[in-house]
């Protein structure tokens, strides 16, 4: 192909007409005003000093927008600070960077324990309006997130070579919204303090609603089992394979074993098993795939490789126990998706508690895109990951016009989506005033 000619020439100018590259930012305040997470900071988070006038509700507020709108650190948020027409609709600034690094340095445990006092205030109301109603999934994990520097707190040298934190992240099934996140020095093992993790994540679930938890097994403990029991909670949580378990496993028959759920191969079974360090008698479930042809074979386990899990449901089949825990890697999704879309691939701050409030911002965020998509019914069944969210109703060009003290926002007349945004802010609008 020959290029016949180039582009054409372009002059560069100015105008004073409020535009912004970011109209869809509009969706994401309705959203944070109709599960009420303005007031809720307000009513729960006291620092001591505020900062160019802004509240504390402002100064989360800007920071959790700017950061579902694509920043990544503090310094993103000048990109958001240039948006004027942004800013008017709002009603205040984003904070520069300076400031809201020092905002995030004022905090301490206390101040942690405000703002999470909030965000369980707002999720429990917000859990319901993007349709959970009887019975909820949890997903438990933890995640190592890098420090750049070993002179951070609470960043240690880990198994990975490389100084990093090691917060506990709990997320919501099949919604993806991450209801609790703790963070912990990067020396602590995966379940260090998991059980007063899991009753600060169930004082986020509304009342009445059913929950069911999975775990992998690095949270493997009999005293979390016992826990889970006293709370009411099912479980499913992994077990590591050890020479007492795989002597039951390999004690089992071939009339015992049946066909995965939704997998083309591999088999399941059930057995009965009380752990040396309890006086409860379990129920366990093993699922065990050929190996491959080739593949080097194992004293322990010999021609199959097995993964086994134990559970309270008395219920359900075993294949059925077996499908729905495997399906938890859905909780790696929602950690890459806080780490490659949200910037928490990094923590950069010197002070632990400054890292720890930036994490729940950052968590904010995500959760404010999620339940933008959901309570706003923009593609309900299947909501998109927070790049494709932005680029198709986030980064959309609008010219804000200001007439008779009214603002209006006007979009491009052949916006594809155009209907389905207004319809979703249709939804939004009405419950961020409160009349439903």
Same mark, same amino acid.
């Given at each position: 192909m020959t290029i016949r000619r180039g582009a054409p020439k372009v002059e560069l100018s100015t105008t004073d007409r409020q535009i912004t590259a970011h109209a869809g930012a509009v969706l994401l305040r309705a959203t944070a005003e109709a599960v009420g997470l303005g007031p809720a900071i307000e009513a729960h988070l006291h620092l001591k000093v505020r900062d160019?006038?802004?509240?504390?509700?402002?100064?989360?507020?800007?920071?959790?927008?700017?950061?579902?709108?694509?920043?990544?650190?503090?310094?993103?948020?000048?990109?958001?600070r240039g948006d004027h027409a942004q800013e008017r609709m709002r009603?205040?600034?984003?904070?520069?960077?300076?400031?809201?690094?020092?905002?995030?340095?004022?905090?301490?445990l206390g101040h942690i324990g405000q703002l999470n006092q909030a965000l369980r205030r707002i999720l429990v109301r917000a859990l319901p309006m993007a349709g959970v109603k009887d019975t909820i999934t949890l997903d438990f994990d933890s995640t190592y997130i890098r420090s750049r520097s070993s002179r951070r707190q609470g960043a240690d040298r880990t198994y990975l070579k490389r100084y990093a934190l090691h917060p506990l992240l709990c997320f919501v099934g099949d919604l993806g919204l991450c209801l609790h996140a703790k963070l912990r020095r990067g020396s602590v093992a995966s379940s260090k303090g998991i059980r007063a993790f899991v009753d600060e994540a169930l004082k986020r679930v509304p009342p009445g609603v059913a929950v069911r938890s999975r775990f992998d097994s690095g949270f493997a403990a009999s005293e979390l089992y016992e826990h889970l029991?006293?709370?009411?909670?099912?479980?499913?949580?992994?077990? &590591?394979? /050890?020479?007492?378990?795989?002597?039951?496993?390999?004690?089992?028959?071939?009339?015992? =074993?049946?066909?995965? %759920?939704?997998?083309?191969?591999?088999?399941?079974?059930?057995?009965?098993?009380r752990q040396a360090d309890s006086a409860t008698f379990r129920r366990y479930v093993v699922k065990r795939?050929?190996?491959?042809?080739?593949?080097?074979?194992?004293?322990?386990?010999?021609?199959?490789?097995?993964?086994?899990?134990?559970?309270?449901?008395?219920?359900?089949?075993?294949?059925?126990?077996?499908?729905?825990?495997?399906?938890?890697?859905?909780?790696?999704?929602?950690?890459?998706?806080? &780490?490659? /879309?949200?910037?928490?691939?990094?923590?950069?701050?010197?002070?632990?508690?400054?890292? =720890?409030?930036?994490? %729940?911002?950052?968590?904010?965020?995500?959760?404010?895109?999620l339940l933008t998509q959901l309570i706003g019914a923009i593609e309900p069944h299947d909501p998109s990951r927070a790049k494709r969210f932005r680029?198709?109703?986030?980064?959309v060009p609008g010219l804000l016009v200001a007439s008779s003290r009214r603002l209006t926002l006007k979009l491009r007349s052949d916006y594809p989506l155009y209907s389905t945004f207004a319809a979703a802010l249709a939804r939004l609008e009405p419950l961020a005033t409160g009349s439903t």
């Amino acid at each position: 192909m020959t290029i016949r000619r180039g582009a054409p020439k372009v002059e560069l100018s100015t105008t004073d007409r409020q535009i912004t590259a970011h109209a869809g930012a509009v969706l994401l305040r309705a959203t944070a005003e109709a599960v009420g997470l303005g007031p809720a900071i307000e009513a729960h988070l006291h620092l001591k000093v505020r900062d160019r006038g802004l509240s504390e509700a402002e100064s989360i507020l800007g920071m959790a927008e700017a950061v579902a709108l694509g920043a990544k650190c503090l310094d993103d948020l000048e990109v958001a600070r240039g948006d004027h027409a942004q800013e008017r609709m709002r009603g205040f600034a984003v904070p520069p960077p300076q400031t809201a690094g020092r905002f995030l340095r004022r905090f301490c445990l206390g101040h942690i324990g405000q703002l999470n006092q909030a965000l369980r205030r707002i999720l429990v109301r917000a859990l319901p309006m993007a349709g959970v109603k009887d019975t909820i999934t949890l997903d438990f994990d933890s995640t190592y997130i890098r420090s750049r520097s070993s002179r951070r707190q609470g960043a240690d040298r880990t198994y990975l070579k490389r100084y990093a934190l090691h917060p506990l992240l709990c997320f919501v099934g099949d919604l993806g919204l991450c209801l609790h996140a703790k963070l912990r020095r990067g020396s602590v093992a995966s379940s260090k303090g998991i059980r007063a993790f899991v009753d600060e994540a169930l004082k986020r679930v509304p009342p009445g609603v059913a929950v069911r938890s999975r775990f992998d097994s690095g949270f493997a403990a009999s005293e979390l089992y016992e826990h889970l029991e006293r709370r009411g909670v099912t479980y499913l949580c992994g077990v &590591k394979l /050890n020479p007492r378990i795989l002597g039951v496993v390999r004690a089992l028959g071939d009339d015992d =074993w049946s066909a995965c %759920l939704d997998k083309e191969e591999g088999e399941v079974a059930e057995f009965g098993y009380r752990q040396a360090d309890s006086a409860t008698f379990r129920r366990y479930v093993v699922k065990r795939i050929p190996r491959n042809h080739g593949e080097q074979l194992s004293l322990e386990t010999g021609l199959y490789n097995y993964w086994v899990l134990v559970t309270n449901d008395a219920t359900a089949g075993a294949a059925e126990l077996e499908s729905e825990h495997r399906h938890k890697a859905q909780v790696e999704s929602g950690m890459r998706e806080l &780490k490659e /879309n949200f910037g928490l691939e990094v923590l950069r701050k010197h002070q632990f508690m400054a890292n =720890w409030a930036w994490m %729940l911002i950052v968590a904010t965020a995500h959760n404010l895109v999620l339940l933008t998509q959901l309570i706003g019914a923009i593609e309900p069944h299947d909501p998109s990951r927070a790049k494709r969210f932005r680029y198709r109703y986030l980064v959309v060009p609008g010219l804000l016009v200001a007439s008779s003290r009214r603002l209006t926002l006007k979009l491009r007349s052949d916006y594809p989506l155009y209907s389905t945004f207004a319809a979703a802010l249709a939804r939004l609008e009405p419950l961020a005033t409160g009349s439903t």
